[in-house]
């Protein structure tokens, strides 16, 4: 268990329908961060964030997507008018130094 | 941008087979250097990174890795591998100085098949 908590772990929506996934970071790790990642690739940079303060963002990350980390603790990850292409699994990260702890991730399947 | 590869996609060992994958990235400032593991259906592991230093890296499960600047690769190895060792591996690399790591840059992965 490396202590990165993400929910839901799988998610199948509509076409067209916003979902939200939720980051849970190891409690003492100031700085979080979303990934992306489909099969027979990498994960991909979505954002990060030090703190509540979203200091990087990937062009990837489209105006369908929103993070946030409001008191510097969970995040959220929001995807509105889901597309097929966005079918992925969602990865959480927390770090402190320089280490990065992943999450489990978060599948969605978009229909 | 920055760009990792991971020449090999799919490599197949027997136990004891010797194992090398390849990592090659393109940037030509300081980097940070990491090797991660999937095993099936769980989260991505940390086997070992590069900061400064001694070029040839240990990690856990017996894994080394080797940074060779001129060449811009960070290649894993292992003497010899195990059934257990069945996983996909993935290449990352960070840019920049310091100790906070901002965006790391991964490559497609490398799946592993130890037969026993």
């Not at chain 2, 940070?32 to 990690?59: A, C, E, I, R, T």
């Not at chain 2, 894993?76 to 310091?98: I, M």
Request: glycine share 10%.
């Amino acid at each position: 268990d490396t202590g990165v908590s993400q929910d839901p772990r799988h998610k199948i929506t509509k076409r067209g329908q916003n979902v939200t996934f939720r980051c849970d970071p190891i409690s003492e790790h100031n700085r979080l961060y979303w990934y992306r990642q489909t099969l027979g690739q990498g994960p991909e940079f979505l954002t990060y964030f030090q703190n509540e303060a979203q200091l990087e963002k990937s062009r990837l990350l489209s105006d369908r997507f929103s993070a946030e980390r409001p008191k510097g603790s969970f995040s959220t990850l929001e995807i509105q008018r889901t597309e097929q292409g966005d079918s992925a699994m969602y990865l959480c990260a927390s770090g402190s130094g320089n280490t990065i702890y992943f999450g489990e991730g978060s599948w969605l399947t978009v229909v | 941008a920055q760009s990792v590869s991971q020449h090999n996609h799919h490599v197949i060992l027997s136990e004891a087979a010797s194992l090398e994958l390849g990592c090659n990235y393109s940037y030509g400032g300081t980097v940070n250097l990491f090797w991660y593991v999937q095993y099936p259906g769980q989260h991505l592991q940390l086997l070992l990174k590069y900061f400064s230093g001694d070029p040839l890296v240990k990690g856990i499960k017996g894994f080394e890795a080797e940074f060779i600047k001129s060449k811009f690769s960070f290649n894993l190895r292992k003497p010899s591998v195990q059934w257990s060792d069945t996983a996909e591996y993935f290449c990352a690399v960070n840019v920049g100085r310091g100790s906070t790591l901002g965006r790391l840059y991964f490559g497609r992965g490398t799946q592993l098949t130890v037969w026993p």
